[in-house]
């Protein structure tokens, strides 16, 4: 079981906005601003979208934003295409005796 | 561009071992972090391994401590992940993935390799 908790799915149309939360605790998420998500598509590897709670590696849409308000972090998706139909994952350092740590995964599915 | 090749992966026995390679090329292979994180088929990420630039720091998943080793060589541009003791659960792709702080592991996963498969069966 992850420590840091994703819905296990989102879904939304083309044009709309969705938000994936990742829920952990003071220990990880709460106490660092070290949040990063990564976008899987099948049988690729994860792509770095958001690092730093907040910061988007050049070359990634400004419609992928990130923000963080207690223990849970955000990955919003504005203006839906149906390209980021994918998984997603959170990641976050944590003061555990493992360091980093990805959530679950949340499948994004665009109708 | 950057490029990270695993390569060394396959099928052992339960309880075997087996030595994967991650071979870099397009940066400064000595001034940053390398993690090793895996995925188990249909599963999601799991982080398993991180070693600093200058390979004073490494650090584990507890579900992988004392059983496997990190290590590089900077004069190959190369990482390596020494797994023994393997199990049927450590069935996983393997990746390897570049930090993408500079002289510091800030978990920022800013390139991936593509991925081995290591299959745990008997």
């Known amino acids: 079981q992850s420590a840091l908790t994703q819905p296990a799915s989102v879904s939304g149309s083309p044009g709309q906005s969705i938000t994936i939360s990742c829920t952990g605790s003071?220990?990880?998420?709460?106490?660092?601003?070290?949040v990063s998500w990564y976008q899987q598509h099948p049988g690729k590897a994860p792509k770095l979208i958001i690092y730093d709670v907040n910061h988007r590696p050049s070359g990634v849409s400004d419609r992928f934003s990130g923000s963080k308000s207690g223990n849970t972090a955000y990955l919003t998706i504005s203006r839906l295409q149906p390209e980021d139909e994918a998984d997603y994952y959170c990641s976050s350092f944590t003061s555990t005796s493992t360091p980093w740590m990805f959530g679950g995964g949340t499948t994004l599915t665009v109708l | 561009d950057v490029q990270l090749v695993e390569s060394g992966g396959g099928v052992v026995q339960p309880g075997g071992s087996l030595r994967l390679s991650c071979a870099a090329s397009g940066f400064a292979f000595d001034e940053y972090g390398m993690h090793w994180v895996r995925q188990a088929p249909g599963k999601g990420l799991e982080w398993v391994s991180l070693?600093?630039?200058?390979?004073?720091?490494?650090d584990y998943a507890d579900s992988v401590k004392g059983r496997f080793t990190v290590s590089r060589d900077n004069s190959k541009s190369s990482q390596y992940l020494q797994m023994n003791s393997l199990r049927p659960d450590d069935t996983a792709f393997y990746y390897c993935?570049?930090?993408?702080?500079?002289?510091?592991?800030?978990?920022?996963?800013?390139?991936w390799g593509q991925g081995i498969l290591v299959t745990v069966s008997s």
């Open positions: 993935a570049k930090d993408g702080a500079q002289y510091d592991a800030l978990g920022r996963l800013e390139h």
């Open positions: 003071s220990n990880d998420v709460g106490g660092y601003h070290l």
């Open positions: 070693i600093s630039g200058d390979a004073t720091r490494t």
